[in-house]
């Protein structure tokens, strides 16, 4: 996040701030999501918060022209981004017990993990080739492969009811 700030003509000490605002929404908003997600349904949230991040990270770019503006869409963002592991680790509370939800968390936690490694690799590389927006693009493509596997859980969930 620091090199695309900075490709955007954001000097470095504002650049690293970039991330620390999307890991402030990360970190404090998600008592807050997880009581909407009481409130309203942890699957309605979840899929909310894809959105939300699909939406918004495109908007990165344009944003770095208006400070006013590009603070509160890190803050929102990571606070989404943030929810969706939070919401996938409560998933697995809810449908699994005992030596099954140990490896269900497990699998989400190596999950996030590998894309935690991978995803800056693969996003530092086309940094590189293509542009520092890329990184925004690697990111979209993420969420969006998050909002296919939350329609595809509703599409099987509903096949076997109606089954």
Do not use: N
């Not at 909407?36 to 349904?41: E, V």
């Not at 990184?135 to 089954?163: K, M, N, Q, Y």
Request: net charge positive; hydrophobic share 55%; aromatic share 10%.
């Amino acid at each position: 996040m620091p090199l695309f700030a900075m490709s955007h003509g954001i000097g470095e000490d504002v650049g690293v701030l970039f991330a620390s605002a999307i890991l402030l929404g990360d970190t404090t908003m998600q008592f807050p999501i997880g009581w909407l997600a009481d409130r309203i349904g942890r699957a309605k949230v979840h899929a909310g918060a894809g959105v939300v991040v699909v939406l918004l990270l495109p908007m990165l770019p344009w944003s770095m022209a208006h400070p006013w503006i590009c603070w509160p869409l890190l803050f929102v963002t990571g606070a989404a981004a943030g929810s969706i592991y939070t919401l996938s680790i409560v998933a697995c509370g809810e449908r699994f017990r005992g030596p099954m939800l140990v490896s269900a968390t497990a699998i989400v936690g190596a999950s996030w993990s590998v894309a935690s490694f991978g995803g800056p690799m693969i996003a530092g590389t086309l940094m590189q080739r293509v542009g520092a927006d890329a990184l925004i693009g690697v990111l979209t493509v993420a969420g969006c492969a998050f909002l296919v596997a939350v329609w595809w859980e509703r599409r099987v969930s509903a096949v076997r009811v109606s089954g």
